[in-house]
Nanobody
């Protein structure tokens, strides 16, 4: 089964750091464009950071300079290093990726979402 598996969330005090990871598994053979989204209680899901297959980076203004997205194509994984965390960063974070899968007969491209992982920043 093709899926994205997230890890690394949790609780941290303001000013602390966390590193989120997203790994493609199952029949996904290649991860193309990838993004991290987040959704805080009562708010819409927002794009936090993205990285294309060519390495182009983009960040929402509120995290620029604090968060860093990176990828390891060999392991089909993407990370989000989050530094200088603030209470307003508290949310469920989701990994989103365009992935190519192979079912033994043909290749296909689909968009996948991780299950979501909680990040809580509070004192």
């Amino acid at each position: 089964q093709a899926q994205l598996i997230e890890s690394g969330g949790g609780w941290v005090q303001p000013g602390g750091s966390l590193r989120l990871s997203c790994a493609a598994s199952g029949s996904i053979v290649r991860v193309n464009d990838v993004a991290w989204y987040r959704q805080a209680p009562g708010k819409q899901r927002e794009l936090v950071a993205s990285i294309t297959s060519g390495g182009r980076l983009d960040y929402v203004g509120s995290v620029r300079g604090r968060f860093t997205i990176s990828r390891d194509s060999a392991s089909k994984s993407v990370s989000l290093q989050m530094n200088s965390l603030k209470p307003e960063d508290t949310a469920v974070y989701y990994c989103n990726a365009e992935g190519t899968s192979y079912d033994g007969r043909q290749f296909s491209t689909s968009t996948y979402w991780g299950q979501g992982i909680q990040v809580t920043v509070s004192s």
